[in-house]
């Protein structure tokens, strides 16, 4: 419904209730009428009745007035005045002049995430051109069909304009093609299992996914990946399986990335790859409490004539001068409007520096965040706090 329609619904509603009123005064006129003419007849009753029937026209007179008056109100008619409606704050200006097709590209498509299900597809989320401006829609699985093969649409460039290439539907070929990239996956580790990576099957001219999973691993074995590779025009895998654990220990991998943890009067042992039963196994690393006077230094491995030992951690006395404070880790906070970011710091307690994450404070009326920093006094350190000025 445009704006002028609304306008008229308005304006015609008015109307009727004025109608309604004027009905209603019509009718308070006849009870008037009725009143006043019973009063002139009471005054015709003799003299004995003479107060009584003055006191009844009184009585009469001001009823009549104030009905009257009551009527002159309800029935002056009401004027509508209606109001165009604005449009909806984050909607398009539908004044401004439609533009039927995008003259420019449209905006990189954001990345999104699917859990792969058997018997279900991906159709890529897209860009529309809509009033005058670009919308994201979402991505969705989608049932596969029987030897059929989903194309994505796509936006071509078509010289003065660009133009939507829709998704169809095309006949599946019957011998694999090149495999989709692969899933991310986040490896899980078990002391005693090996973690079996998830691959892409060609099943029903059709590629489906299997999920990684963990599995038991047997003694002196090691888990081979299976792999899709291209020979000539066809693609062919792999399979993976068990293949016999090395006997000389080869070198370690490199560490696995881990979230590190901060805790008051604790230190943050990294985890370690372990040689065990011919073959690597990740140890998770943990918080610990730490001894007062104690600093903690990681394990490492070593190389001696060729062969690889580990280097365990341990405790040992933390120095009697103060060094110089380490580093600070880098802290990437989302923006958060009001408030503002307080990185975090390094903190000299009980011998050793321990590290205070960074937080949020909301942000305060005409003043400003100093940020604290670490200064040193003639080979002394000594940390100035933060403040707001």
């Known amino acids: 419904m445009s704006a002028f329609a609304h306008v008229d619904a308005k304006a015609l509603n008015a109307r009727l209730i004025c109608d309604q009123h004027r009905a209603l005064a019509l009718s308070w006129a006849v009870v008037i009428s009725s009143t006043v003419t019973k009063a002139l007849h009471n005054d015709t009753i003799g003299r004995r009745a003479e107060a009584t029937c003055y006191t009844a026209r009184m009585h009469a007179s001001r009823r009549a007035s104030s009905l009257l008056l009551f009527s002159i109100v309800i029935a002056t008619p009401i004027v509508a005045t209606a109001k165009p409606r604005k449009a909806p704050i984050g909607q ?26 058997r018997g279900q597809l991906w159709v890529a989320g897209q860009w529309k051109w809509q009033d005058n401006q670009w919308q994201w829609t979402a991505g969705h699985s989608e049932r596969r069909r029987k030897n059929q093969t989903w194309n994505d649409g796509r936006w071509e460039n078509r010289g003065d304009h660009w133009a939507w290439q829709v998704g169809t539907w095309s006949a599946a070929s019957t011998k694999p093609t090149q495999p989709p ?7 899980q580790r078990r002391r005693g299992y090996a973690w079996v990576k998830g691959n892409w099957n060609w099943d029903n001219n059709g590629w489906e996914w299997t999920p990684g999973t963990l599995q038991k691993r047997p003694a002196g074995k090691r888990w081979n990946d299976g792999v899709w590779a291209s020979v000539g025009s066809e693609w062919q895998w792999t399979g993976g399986g068990w293949i016999d654990a090395p006997n000389v220990q080869p070198q370690p991998p490199q560490p696995l990335e881990e979230i590190r943890l901060f805790a008051r009067g604790k230190v943050w042992v990294a985890g370690r790859w372990q040689w065990e039963d011919n073959d690597y196994q990740w140890i998770a690393g943990s918080l610990q409490p730490r001894p007062r006077g104690k600093r903690w230094q990681d394990g490492k491995w070593q190389n001696a004539a060729g062969q690889w030992s580990w280097s365990a951690g341990l405790f040992s006395d933390a120095p009697s001068i103060q060094p110089a404070p380490p580093q600070p880790f880098a802290e990437n906070p989302i923006n958060r409007p009001g408030y503002i970011w307080i990185n975090g710091n390094y903190e000299w307690r009980n011998g050793d520096y321990e590290w205070l994450p960074g937080h949020w404070e909301r942000q305060r009326t005409n003043q400003t965040w100093i940020a604290g920093n670490w200064n040193n006094n003639g080979g002394t350190w000594s940390w100035a706090a933060g403040a707001w000025r």
């Open 181 to 187: 990239a692969f899933v991310e996956e986040i490896p």
């Open 92 to 117: 398009p200006n539908r004044d401004a002049p439609v533009v039927a097709r995008p003259p420019a590209a449209p905006p990189t498509a954001p990345r999104e995430t699917w859990r792969p299900r």
